[in-house]
């Protein structure tokens, strides 16, 4: 027995210095919210600033709000928001575009910042838009890509082949919730003259993250996860700033040339990170990830990063007895801020799920076998994080997972 009882767990809420946090979000009454890390919850202010951009910035100064409201710095503005959470200085992130064309720009600019090599080091199992994307782009370069376990010894040994020029790893697995050890992978990748690309889509939001202290080359991110800016709000790129003269991305539009209102007829990129920008910017989504930085503005990463070990354990030591394989490492130091599980019987995962969100805990699935369930500290409670493990475990018990309607597929998992 675990020793956890919902009362300690309402004991623990009642001293959390992160608790009025929820208050700032909308939360449905009678659900547990554990998806965070695919979509996160709406803050309560972000339905105004969305209204304020279209009605005042759009509706009333029109066009002039590229001046007056900052529309054609917000890429910029945005970035140096973002910036702390991602431990850059501000002028080393801009917001914009996906994810995924951020990492194609991304790939592009280190394989041509190390000409003398050809092959992008990826992962095995890595988010299938990064492994796609590097398929597109080594084919376009004419280089080739290998890819390893990233959590064994085979990081080490592909790296001294001698032949790789960039390496793309997650900071934190998506589907695992392994935290990789960055500032040690980035050393190892530049000892062996690589260059490295993070994904930070399970981080960014979830824990401190240092990328000029590790001297990482770039990194992408989404901010509809862990951000909580909402579906499809843009991501965002980092660029250290010794690549701010020569790093090459290949979607090269007029809002990252260096002098975009000369108009003139050949592209000459400008002499920062905007260089990794293209065209226009959907600013009314821009204006919902805003809401979302000035939050994040007041919040203490730290404390972030303590919160959710603290769920994500007593997650795991809840669930524990119930004969499920825990896939996310049981170290602290090597886990994310979710907890994925899996049933012997790979079949039973997308049930169980079904099963749980129907009593208002709403997790994920992710094939082939995965019980996901993310753990955001701005917005849950220990005794949410109760509530869950006891769901599942009822689940469990009762076989309330079997009942066939729950095997149904949506077509979103
Ligand atoms: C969520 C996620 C993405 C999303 O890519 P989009 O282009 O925003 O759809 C990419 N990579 C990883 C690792 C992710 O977790």
């Not at 431990?87 to 041509?112: C, I, M, Q, W, Y």
């Not at 690309?197 to 509809?224: K, M, N, Q, R």
């Not at 082939?368 to 469990?396: K, N, Q």
């Amino acid at each position: 027995m675990t020793g956890i009882t919902r009362e300690k767990c309402a004991k623990l809420d009642a001293a959390d210095p992160l608790a009025p946090f929820r208050d700032e979000f909308v939360l449905p009454e009678g659900v547990v919210y554990l998806d965070g890390n695919s979509l996160g919850a709406l803050p309560k202010a972000t339905p105004g600033r969305v209204a304020d951009m279209v009605e005042r910035e759009w509706g009333r100064d029109l066009v002039r709000s590229w001046n007056t409201a900052g529309w054609w710095d917000k890429p910029r503005t945005l970035g140096a928001k973002l910036a702390p959470l991602v431990g850059a200085a501000p002028h080393e992130v801009v917001v914009g575009d996906g994810t995924s064309a951020n990492l194609f720009k991304a790939l592009v600019a280190a394989l041509r910042l190390n000409p003398g090599r050809r092959v992008v080091l990826g992962e095995t199992g890595n988010f299938p838009t990064d492994l796609y994307v590097t398929q597109g782009a080594v084919e376009l370069m004419g280089a080739a890509e290998r890819r390893v376990d990233p959590d064994g010894p085979e990081l080490a040994a592909a790296l001294g082949a001698g032949d790789v020029a960039v390496v793309l790893l997650s900071h934190v697995d998506y589907r695992t919730g392994a935290l990789r050890d960055m500032p040690a992978v980035t050393r190892m990748a530049h000892d062996s003259g690589a260059l490295v690309v993070w994904d930070l889509c399970h981080s960014v939001g979830a824990l401190p993250i240092e990328l000029s202290a590790c001297g990482v080359d770039f990194a992408v991110g989404c901010t509809y996860k862990y951000l909580n800016a909402g579906p499809g709000t843009p991501a965002f790129g980092y660029v250290a700033e010794r690549h701010h003269a020569t790093a090459r991305q290949p979607l090269s539009g007029w809002h990252g040339h260096i002098r975009p209102f000369d108009f003139t007829g050949d592209y000459e990129p400008a002499v920062s990170a905007s260089r990794f920008l293209s065209g226009s910017q959907p600013l009314i989504a821009d204006a919902a990830l805003e809401a979302s930085l000035d939050l994040f503005a007041r919040v203490d990463m730290r404390r972030v990063r303590e919160k959710s070990l603290a769920m994500t354990e007593m997650f795991i030591d809840l669930v524990e007895p119930v004969g499920l394989r825990l896939v996310t490492p049981r170290e602290p130091e090597r886990r994310g801020s979710q907890v994925a599980l899996a049933h012997p019987d790979p079949e039973a995962g997308y049930p169980i799920v079904q099963a749980l969100i129907t009593r208002g805990v709403i997790g994920d699935f992710r094939a082939p076998d995965v019980l996901r369930f993310g753990f955001t500290p701005l917005y849950l409670r220990y005794v949410d994080v109760f509530d869950a493990a006891t769901a599942l475990v009822e689940v469990l018990d009762t076989d309330e997972w079997r009942d066939p309607r729950f095997a149904e597929r949506a077509q979103v998992t």
